[in-house]
């Protein structure tokens, strides 16, 4: 089986030292992953010094068309990036799977393409004129994350590169391959040492958030690990952007119409198999709906296919790896021992391969691990509520807070609700609905910066106030 290299300087490098990468589904070995030094660093670090050098001056029309070809080398690519992605991440191609992940990527790195931040002038008068220019920051050092790799490293480096900085990406050991892939293409039609690839575990991020050549990091990944990654990079004073965990909270209003929501709270829930920062984790419903809900959730939860990602049919994957696979196996199990009922799921699948169905609990509330941590997984705790001010007070009891939706008919009233919600987005009757052109991040310690939209690109630039 191939052995993919790194990408320094435009150029490939073949190591030492590789790591198989398996497929979630069935343990196969699918791939192998370089497993990069400190010393590849260094050298991808002074490539992407060395790049930045040109790149930080070549004129804006001509990034956007860098970033335009990137797209056009996405979508040219994109069943065989998509295949990659399902072999290794083990989510679906179909549905909501790998070639959404990769139309995703291509939307993302074409709209990102056309922001610019043009000079603001905030005085021009006889006392002289001052103009906020936006400049490229220098080497940013990208740590992605496993469950959504190839639309997260585009998340990464297209705006930072459309700022005019330089990469160093680092994907998650778990599932380097397609972006070793991605990297490659990009590299087709960005100058050398535009964008570099190094490989390897959390030693490589320390690394990366301790070195100083790296200017800015931006991380996506566990809250523990931005932790780390702001106390590593205070030594060099990096600038940040961390995307962290969450623990959405959805809330029915009791005019909701059960029937006609369930599609939505499911998939809101269940994308990717629950492994998405932004699913909802928490779904509170009225008591007066509670048990139609609870009714309408499984009814469409029996149409859902899970199996193996190749397959046209399936619609949901295994969980990616042994660890989150045995979190939420332990969750669940907490869970019906202190009395929750199983409405379904509830037990992994027989066979090869980290599948746990979807399981939806019913009858549980705060206390329990299922609904006060992140489970990352096909396991959806129902809380019931009575009363309206109660409910918004528990979906705020939380350290996190990325997402958050309201549920309701009354279109004004969700609105105003939504305003009581600490989190950094809120949907009304969808969630996790992100889009290229709107600002994405967290609030408390789902992280801080945003993602995304011309606020998102701004975070990839520092301002120089010029006084004439
Ligand atoms: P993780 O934190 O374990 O790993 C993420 C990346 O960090 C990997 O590349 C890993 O190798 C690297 N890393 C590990 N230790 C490091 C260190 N000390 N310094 C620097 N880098 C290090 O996260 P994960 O398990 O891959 O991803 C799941 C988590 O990511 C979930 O909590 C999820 O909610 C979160 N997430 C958040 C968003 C968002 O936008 N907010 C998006 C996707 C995932």
């Not at 990468?21 to 992407?48: E, K, Q, S, Y």
């Not at 198999?273 to 419903?285: E, F, H, M």
């Not at 052109?437 to 945003?450: D, L, T």
Request: charged share 20%; hydrophobic share 40%; with cysteine.
């Amino acid at each position: 089986m191939e052995s993919l290299p790194l990408i320094i300087d435009g150029q490939q490098i073949q190591v030492d030292n590789h790591q198989p990468v398996r497929n979630p589904a069935n343990g196969d070995i699918v791939g192998h992953a370089p497993v990069a030094t400190t010393a590849h660093l260094d050298r991808a670090v002074a490539a992407a010094a060395a790049a930045f050098v040109s790149w930080k001056d070549t004129g804006d029309k001509e990034r956007q068309a860098y970033c335009r070809a990137i797209a056009d080398r996405i979508a040219d690519n994109a069943e065989s990036l998509a295949r990659l992605l399902t072999l290794e991440q083990g989510k679906p191609l179909n549905g909501l799977g790998a070639r959404f992940e990769l139309e995703g990527a291509q939307a993302w790195t074409r709209v990102t393409a056309e922001l610019t931040l043009p000079v603001e002038v905030v005085q021009d008068n006889g006392e002289g004129r001052v103009e906020v220019h936006r400049r490229p920051i220098g080497v940013v050092g990208s740590i992605t994350p496993w469950n959504w790799p190839v639309m997260i490293a585009c998340w990464h480096v297209i705006p930072a590169i459309r700022a005019g900085n330089t990469v160093v990406i680092k994907p998650s050991p778990l599932t380097p391959l397609s972006t070793i892939r991605l990297v490659q293409l990009m590299n087709e039609v960005l100058p050398r040492g535009v964008v570099n690839l190094v490989t390897g575990a959390g030693e490589i991020g320390t690394a990366m958030s301790s070195h100083p050549g790296i200017s800015k990091v931006t991380f996506t990944g566990s809250i523990a690990t931005g932790k780390r990654i702001m106390a590593t990079s205070a030594e060099t004073l990096k600038r940040l952007t961390l995307e962290l965990g969450g623990n959405d909270a959805g809330i029915v209003l009791p005019d909701a119409d059960p029937a006609s929501i369930a599609e939505g709270l499911f998939w809101g829930a269940f994308i990717n198999s629950g492994q998405t920062c932004a699913a909802l984790k928490r779904l509170y419903v009225h008591d007066s709906i509670y048990e139609p809900v609870c009714d309408a959730l499984v009814e469409y939860s029996r149409k859902i296919v899970m199996g193996d990602g190749l397959s046209e049919a399936t619609v949901l994957g295994p969980l990616q790896n042994e660890m989150q696979f045995k979190k939420v196996r332990e969750l669940v199990d907490d869970a019906r021992g202190r009395g929750a009922r199983i409405l379904v799921g509830g037990k992994p699948l027989d066979g090869p391969g980290f599948f746990y169905p979807v399981t939806l609990v019913a009858d549980i509330d705060h206390g329990s691990p299922l609904v006060d941590e992140e489970q990352f997984g096909p396991a959806l705790p129902i809380i019931r509520y009575r009363d309206e001010n109660a409910v918004i007070t528990k979906a705020n009891d939380n350290p996190t807070g990325l997402g958050g939706s309201i549920w309701s008919k009354d279109i004004d009233k969700a609105r105003v609700l939504a305003a009581r919600l600490q989190c950094g987005s809120v949907w009304i009757n969808k969630h996790g609905m992100i889009q290229p052109n709107a600002p994405f991040g967290g609030v408390k310690q789902s992280g801080f910066g945003v993602e995304f939209g011309v606020d998102g690109l701004k975070e990839f630039t520092t301002i120089q106030s010029v006084f004439s």
